[in-house]
Every structure is written in C-alpha cells, then in structure tokens.
C-alpha cells in the first residue's frame, strides 16, 4: 500500500503543497521571517521522506512534474517587464547600474571565497547563479553542465536568507526610497526576496520583480562569457 502511494506522481505535488500550506499559515499567523512558506515546505518535505524511510526517486516522480513548469515561468516573466514598461524607463539608470554592479560583487564574492575555502571549479560554477531566480538557475546550470541539485539549494539558501533579513538590512542602512530598497533586494535575493519587498510597498515590489529579471539575464551573460 505505501508503495502505490509513494510512486504514484502525485504524493510528490501533495506533499510540497501541503507543507507550502503549512508554512503560509505559520507566516500569516506569527508574522516571524523564521516561518518562511519555503523553507517550512522544504523542513516538511524532508521530514516526511526520512520518518516514512521513503526514497528521494519517488518523490522525484512528482517533483520533477513541478519542475517541469519552471521553464515556462521563465518566460512569463517578460509579462512583469512589460507590464512595468513606464516604471523601467523612469528609472532605468539606477536599476540597471544596481543590479549589475549586484550582479558582478556576487560572482567576484564567490570567486574569490572559492579559491579561498579550496572549492573546485565545478561546485564553483554550481554556487555562481545563485542569485538569480530558479528557472534562470537551472537553465544556466544545465548549460554549463554544473551540478543543478546544488545550484538549486544554493538559490533557495540565498531567497529565503533574502527574504528574512531584507527588512532589518534596509533599515540598519536607513534605505528609505522605494527603488533603491526594490532594486536592493531583487538584486540579491531574487523572488523569495521580492515577496518581503512586495510587504514593504507596491512600489518596491513592481521594482524588485523588474530587478531580479535583470539581475538574471546579466548574470547569465557574465558567466557565459567568462567560460568562453
């Protein structure tokens, strides 16, 4: 019986849905950043595969299904660009000077840290999109033939830490205009991050949504053309 449950498809989807569920309830609840929807998601999905000894290739058979749809995520994003078309003109300077100037302190900071701690090349190049959003990752991973299962965890460590330190960060930096606190966040801590910059203001938000996006597409460029 818990064989047909565990291999069918559809336990993996329950499951991630159900400690998403979970985990929104507590955040809505506590409002603490320490009860992030991701992270409890994450924290329930493994609990559940270690108490119940399940294999990890079982919940892979729906998990993969949920990846499936992040290609096509990808290119939804043009939709927030165009949508915020007027924003981005107004403040196009400042967002594309900080999200590059983001986008190359974070590769050289994992360049840099990597030889530093003796990381070879391949969980170099694995760490390196980190910061940008997960169907970009793994994209780019995938290309790069890096090792896509720690470029995922590498990009959910970085949105959740985001997510829960952009408030106190911008306030103990007195960061108070609105596009500097979107680009600000967008910039390094992608979706997750954008979600607490979308608390903080409509404005922040639509600005982070933008950011993460180009954030993305100058991140990919620079690392592409660094290998080659």
């Known amino acids: 019986m818990k064989e047909v449950i565990t291999t069918n498809p559809f336990f993996g989807i329950t ?5 998403y569920a979970i985990g929104l309830k507590l955040y809505k609840k506590t409002k603490m950043a320490i009860f992030n929807p991701l992270l409890i998601a994450i924290i329930f999905v493994l609990l559940v595969l270690f ?11 729906g998990g993969d299904m949920i990846k499936m749809f992040l290609t096509p995520a990808t290119c939804v994003l043009a939709v927030t660009i165009y949508r915020e078309r007027k924003t981005i003109m107004k403040n196009l300077f400042p967002i594309l000077i900080g999200t590059f100037s983001g986008s190359v302190a974070s590769l050289i900071y994992i360049y840099f840290m990597s030889k530093l701690l003796g990381i070879d090349d391949l969980m170099m190049l694995s760490i390196a999109p980190k910061g940008i959003t997960s169907p970009m990752a793994l994209a780019l991973s995938e290309s790069i033939d890096a090792m896509q299962g720690l470029t995922m965890l590498s990009v959910l460590v970085t949105g959740i830490f985001g997510n829960m330190s952009a408030y106190f960060m911008v306030s103990l930096f007195r960061v108070k205009n609105p596009i500097s606190r979107g680009v600000a966040i967008g910039t390094s801590s992608h979706v997750v991050g954008t979600a607490k910059a ?3 203001g409509e404005e922040e938000g ?3 949504g933008v950011s993460l996006i180009f954030t993305g597409i100058m991140t990919t460029i620079i690392i592409l053309l660094f290998l080659s």
Do not use: H, K, T, V
């Open 15 to 19: 499951i991630s849905i159900i400690g």
């Open 51 to 61: 108490i119940f000894a399940i294999p990890l290739e079982s919940y892979e058979r």
């Open 206 to 208: 639509s600005i982070a």
């Open 198 to 200: 979308m608390e903080m």
